[in-house]
Nanobody, 126 residues
């Protein structure tokens, strides 16, 4: 299993930006599809975005399309989530997740992923 550590969360005003990072341990990062999920207080964990092992395909939930950008740097074992035009409803703990696969497919369910980070808090004030 790959170990994942998120960073970059914080408090930001509505309309602001943050970039989350998720660094993976091990030498096989390029064999993993990566995903970002979030969980707000009292709500279920929800899918945010995913990227294939080589970055060729990305996918977003509708509520973040045009505002968030997922990317990865396999040389640095890191996946990023650039978040712009943040809204109070984006407030949540954000988790990155990894699925070992080189299949060019979209994985949007939490149960698709075997490895998870500890999460990073994002708070957007109005």
């Amino acid at each position: 299993q790959v170990q994942l550590v998120e960073s970059g969360g914080g408090l930001v005003q509505a309309g602001g930006s943050l970039r989350l990072s998720c660094e993976a341990s091990g030498r096989t990062f390029s064999s993993y599809a990566m995903g970002w999920f979030r969980q707000a207080p009292g709500k279920e964990r929800e899918f945010v975005s995913t990227i294939t092992w080589n970055g060729a395909s990305v996918y977003y939930t509708d509520s973040v399309k045009g505002r968030f950008t997922i990317s990865r740097d396999n040389a640095k074992n890191t996946v990023y989530l650039q978040m712009s035009s943040l809204k109070p409803e984006d407030t949540a703990v954000y988790y990155c997740a990894a699925k070992i696969t080189r299949v060019q497919a979209t994985y949007i369910h939490a149960h698709d992923y075997a490895s998870w980070g500890q999460g990073t808090q994002v708070t957007v004030s109005s």
